[in-house]
């Protein structure tokens, strides 16, 4: 016993002393980093140079690299670690020796990220150069092998995307994407059909795309934060400095700064002076076409309650909680109508109480009057009280200029009953503008939303979200609404807008292709946000004879914006005059033309020299453009032949011709404008894509 006792404390004091001669022996970080998940647990000595010291964050502390001297040459380990320490006052530059415990677990002070605690530290030198950025590369950059940066000094090797804005405030935090935009998977992939192109609305033999194309949009996107913890940091950062807003869409022209981890996501954490990122956030202006004989759009109005209507009932059931709330509410969806100067308007998510003095959509048309001049204004009155076989709170309704175009028969609202919640709702008008008088119709959908339903309509895992079981039997009933009651009305011409509830691969979206009808636009036109993914559910869908005679815009107000700047959560701080963020959907634009094409809008500049190649194009398609200077500042759109933007460049001649083949590879097939513009000019060549 005396002899395994002695042994025992032997053994105990050996390995005490290889503990102690590792933790004075100095490690390279990728050594303790190692080319695994995790790093090796341990009490080590490092040395390397301060890169950036947060105080802010939880838990506080600095990171230290290894210069490429003493790095373990290993480009698969990290050479980074996170030293935790309360209320660190050592700076960034300082070249140290640092010793601790590493390690990386889920619990706290780790939260999964390597990190070496109860630190032992000497600043070696106070003024020692930072170590080379690690550069990225945007095309190849996978959240899935990010380990190897992680706490390392990196830099992007081409812009950054805002795909969510949502915690901006909150927790002062972007979501980026390496790869441009992330978008609802169901926007390019259709859950049952390849190609995309098809029409079927059944099956699930193309779900593993949708899947795959998910992934795909976790491995682009991550975390800019802001290097606090701070909840409802101020000032909010990332404010682009001219329109004081962040929008989904906007850039990060080179993102420089420290690839950390924490909450389960990888996250760059910013730099101070000249590496601190910088947001461009650009607010497009209303959309224009050429000449047109109506301009139609489609508008969601947020849930537009009035209380009583005589300045009390509130809060109302749906909507504004106050009057100052409402009427903040109404300054910001009156300022966009007045804006989008629309012919005729669908409404969406207006209050459903009739359309009596005191209702909501009579309080909207005043206001919108009051605005605009006296008369301008009008709506279709489709009953005094509730709107017939109506079973929600909110309604779909139409207003109209009657200088512009007359109503023409009745208003028609779908009577079966079981199918809709909200049910269609149209009008058949005659334009007033032409030379010969033209009939449209224009039929205002709000289908059933994806977040609820059981059994059968419970969510699939297809990427349809629930209830699209529901939202089917919806589109097959739009159908017969158009073909049974709409068209016998007296037109040939129909407009069918709204909010659809459903992604433009979806099957609710091609049980109406394949009646015969057109979705106009493109899968790269969006119209709202839900979880950082892009994807529009708002729709204009065309009889197919307007093809050619209709040109199709979304202007991007509210979907990009940060709800922050909604007049619920921005209260008194309202800009009540500006349209940006009046609802969370953006507005659907449609220009018609009965008798000739419809383009939008150009401005030629003879010396500016502008090439679409090769024409037709078997795949991508690149622009050649000359005659501008070097860091002149150019808008790319690609417009679809309906007039749907669906692809949008910023940048230089040689940023965007550097961009272009990429980004029009997964363009479907078909005849496309593309359209090259800056201050003073615009000017739109033709392609067709085979």
Sequence with gaps: MKLFTKALFLFSACAF???????????????????????????????????????????????????????????????????????????????????????????????????????????????????????????????????????????????????????????????????????????????????????????????????????????KTLILDDGRATTNPLPIPYLDAATQTVRVGSTVASLRGILGYGNSQWRVQPLPGPDAPVVTALRPPVPTFGPIDVKVASFNVLNYFNGDGLGGGFPTSRGATTLADFNRQRSKIIAALAQMNADVVGLIEIEND???????????????????????????NDGTLRQPNDTDLIRCAILYKPAAVTPYGNVLVATVTGVFERPPVA??????????????????????????????????????????????????????????????????????????????EEDTMDILRAAGLVVAGSPGSTSYVFNGLSGSLDHAVLSSNLVGHAAVEKWHINASEPDFLQYDVAGAATNTSSPFRSSDHDPVL?????????????????????????????????????????????????????????????????????????????????????????????????????
Excluded: W
Excluded at 354 to 380: C, E, H, K, R, W
């Design 590 to 690: 449609i220009g018609l033309n009965f008798s000739g094409v419809v383009t939008a809008a150009a401005k030629p500049k003879a010396d500016v020299r502008f090439e679409v190649f090769p024409n037709p194009a078997s795949g991508a398609f690149s622009v050649r453009i000359a005659g501008i200077a070097d860091k002149q500042l150019l808008t790319l759109e690609v417009l679809s032949m309906l007039g749907r933007r669906v692809l949008l460049l910023h940048g230089t001649a040689e940023a965007i011709q550097a961009d272009m083949t990429r980004r029009t590879a997964q363009l479907a097939p078909g005849t496309y404008l593309v359209r090259l513009s800056s201050a003073g000019f615009s000017q739109a060549q033709r392609v067709v894509k085979l």
């Design 354 to 380: 009739g359309t009596g003095p005191n209702s909501a959509l009579q309080d909207l048309v005043s206001g919108l009057n009051q605005a605009v001049g006296a008369g301008t204004y009008a709506f279709v």
């Design 17 to 219: 002393s290889f503990t102690a001669a590792l933790a004075q022996q100095v490690t390279p970080i990728g050594v303790i980093q190692g080319a695994g998940a995790l790093a090796t647990a341990g009490t080590y000595t490092i040395e390397g140079v301060v890169t950036g010291v947060y105080a802010g964050l939880n838990p506080a502390g600095f990171y230290v690299q290894n210069e490429a001297a003493s790095a373990d040459g290993d480009p698969a380990t990290s050479d980074a670690l996170f030293v935790v320490q309360a209320a660190p006052t050592v700076p960034a530059g300082s070249k140290v020796r640092v010793t601790g415990a590493v390690q990386e677990t889920a619990s706290t002070p780790s939260f999964n990220q390597a990190v070496l605690t109860e630190p032992v530290i000497t600043v070696l030198s106070g003024a020692a150069a930072l170590p080379a950025f690690t550069v990225l590369d945007n095309s190849t950059f996978s959240v899935a092998t990010a380990e190897r940066f992680e706490g390392m000094l990196v830099q992007f090797s081409a812009p950054v995307t805002v795909t969510d804005v949502s915690a901006l405030k909150s927790r002062g935090e972007l979501d980026i994407s390496t790869q441009g935009l992330a978008y609802q998977p169901t926007q390019f992939v259709d859950p049952n059909d390849d190609p995309a192109a098809g029409t079927s609305s059944t099956g699930t033999s193309n779900v593993p795309a949708v899947n795959a194309y998910q992934a795909a949009n976790v491995n």
């Design 427 to 504: 009008q058949l008008f005659t334009t007033n503008r032409t030379a010969a008088p033209d009939t449209f119709a224009l039929v205002v959908n709000h289908f059933k939303s994806k977040g609820s339903g059981s059994g059968l309509n419970a969510d699939q895992g297809d990427g349809q979200g629930a209830s699209n079981l529901r939202r089917k039997g919806q589109a097959t009933g739009l159908v017969q609404f158009i073909n049974s009651t709409v068209r016998p009305a007296g037109t040939c011409y129909v407009v069918s807008v709204g909010d659809y509830n459903a992604h433009y």
